[in-house]
């Protein structure tokens, strides 16, 4: 992020501004700077960085200082559990871990990453190995996002600032944002996203980046009212809570993206909220690749997914490979500016697979028209998407596979009207004892699986549904759950 930041740092000399807008108030850049050269001090040059990510100053100047230092920022979530840091440390291998002293006692970095501490972002720790990597070892790469965990293990995904820059850079001209307007992160910064469209966003931008520690729509929208700001990005269940809480006067636009979207609902959303919402397609991999503009109509706006961003291509194939035309559901394949340089595998890049001619494929469906304009379709593997969130149904089943009042089990969505959708369990009990949802819970919790994957719904059954050849019907099994759940037959 040297770029960026030595530009946010130039208009900084110029003329000091408001930089960040968070629960604890208002931080000018100059601030901003002076605490990011103290902790570029405490990485060292060239260090990669893996920090705790709140929606506060601290992301902020973690990215200032690993920009000031050329050094690789990847950010980490504070509810990550232990295994999952682990894990992350392993993949990544970082010079440095910085976070707050809880943190460092659940994730046991001590052990994980063994090193000296010193103090860093006032009340916060940093732990520094003996040994530094070769910090050539990234292959250009900036800053890695742990995604959301579809696979049941997060993946770092590397991304070089040229990626960056040109997401961001797309999303401005879109929106219509000029220099020194405030754009808000209300996501959790510790996403590629939100990182990307949030703090990267600002740095281009050189006005506010106004940020919220904890999810509260009433607060959310006073603060967004309060501050001015223009654009913010958020995922379906975000919008429709927003829109609960009241307008947002001078909010240009929302970008929403990550999850199921009813359009009916998405319409009567904008018209609370007082603003155009645009339903974008992306993902860590290849930054907000499409979207539609403010002043297209809300049937394209709210019905599809919008059009690549200029100098992105974003195709649908057959199975056998074959580029299918307008019209033709296929799954999807996308190359551009902002694909990213691959995974994090062992403290190194491990490049993405990709097509002969560079396209990566994304997992989804898709299917265009004459004009470009694309819909997604659904994931070509079997993920719940509840409020944004990507969950493995493969890793929920396994976890539960083990409860031994369970003769069979499988894991479904349910349709929901806020979350989009909600994890629900069809289940053929053992014998006579009676299995309620509790009871699978508190085995899925003394099992270690994370409570974000929890069944919220468990439904028994004789059988479950299967094909002609004795194979799980997982269509069958949505149609029975969601029959279940309505009460239709």
């Known amino acids: 992020m040297k770029d960026a930041v030595q530009d946010f740092r130039h208009r900084a ?4 501004f408001v930089a960040v807008i968070d629960d604890e108030g208002r931080h000018t850049a100059r601030e901003l700077l002076a605490r990011a050269e103290v902790l570029a001090d405490v990485l060292g040059p060239r260090a990669t960085a893996l920090v705790q990510a709140d929606n506060s100053w601290r992301t902020v100047v973690a990215a200032l200082a690993t920009g000031l230092t050329g050094g690789v920022l990847a950010v980490v979530n504070r509810h990550t559990t232990r295994a999952e840091f682990a894990a992350a440390c392993e993949d990544i291998r970082p010079d440095v871990v910085v976070a707050e002293p ?3 006692a659940e994730w046991d970095v ?3 990453r063994p090193g000296g501490t010193r103090p860093a972002l006032d ?5 520094s190995g003996a040994g530094r990597e070769d910090p050539a070892r990234w292959d250009g790469g900036v800053f890695i996002g742990l995604t959301s965990g579809s696979t ?3 993946k770092g995904v590397v991304q070089s600032e040229e990626a960056l820059r040109y997401a961001c850079a797309c999303t401005i001209e879109i929106n219509g944002l000029r220099p020194g ?8 910064l510790s996403s590629t996203a939100a990182f990307c469209f949030g703090v990267h966003c600002a740095l281009l931008l050189g006005g506010p980046l106004v940020l919220t520690a904890k999810w509260d729509p009433p607060s959310v929208v006073t603060r967004l009212a309060e501050t001015g700001a223009r654009w913010t990005m958020c995922v379906p269940t975000m919008a429709l809570q927003l829109a609960a809480a009241g307008a947002v006067p001078g909010l240009r636009s929302i970008t929403v993206g990550g999850g199921p979207m009813d359009r009916v609902a998405l319409e009567r959303a904008e018209t609370a909220l007082g603003t155009r919402i645009l339903r974008v397609f992306g993902m860590s991999e290849c930054l907000g690749h499409t979207s539609p503009s403010p002043s297209e109509p809300a049937d394209v706006r709210l019905g599809h997914d919008g059009r690549p961003f200029p100098g992105t291509e974003l195709r649908a194939v057959s199975a056998e490979g074959a580029v299918l035309g307008p019209g033709e559901t296929g799954r999807a394949q996308v190359r551009g500016p902002s694909l990213f340089l691959g995974y994090a595998r062992g403290g190194r890049v491990e490049p993405p697979e990709l097509t002969g001619d560079g396209f990566f494929p994304t997992g989804d469906l898709i299917v265009s028209d004459v004009d470009g304009l694309v819909t997604i379709m659904g994931r070509e593997k079997d993920v719940i998407i509840r409020g944004g969130r990507n969950l493995d149904v493969t890793e929920i089943e396994r976890a539960v596979a083990g409860y031994e009042r369970l003769a069979q089990a499988c894991v479904v969505p349910v349709r929901d009207d806020v979350l989009g959708e909600r994890v629900a369990l069809l289940a053929v009990p053992r014998g006579d004892a009676p299995v309620e949802l509790g009871d699978v819970t508190g085995y899925l919790r003394d099992a270690g699986l994370a409570k974000t994957k929890w069944p919220e719904f468990v439904y028994l059954v004789d059988a479950l549904p299967q094909t002609k050849v004795g194979k ?3 269509a069958g099994a949505r149609e029975l759950a969601e029959g279940l759940h309505t009460g239709v037959s």
């Open 102 to 104: 809880s943190a460092m």
């Open 472 to 474: 799980l019907d997982r």
């Open 181 to 188: 307007d405030a754009v808000a992160a209300i996501v959790p």
């Open 152 to 154: 049941g293990r997060a």
């Open 13 to 16: 000399e110029r003329a000091d």
């Open 123 to 127: 009340s916060w720790s940093a732990v």
């Open 110 to 112: 001590a052990t994980v």
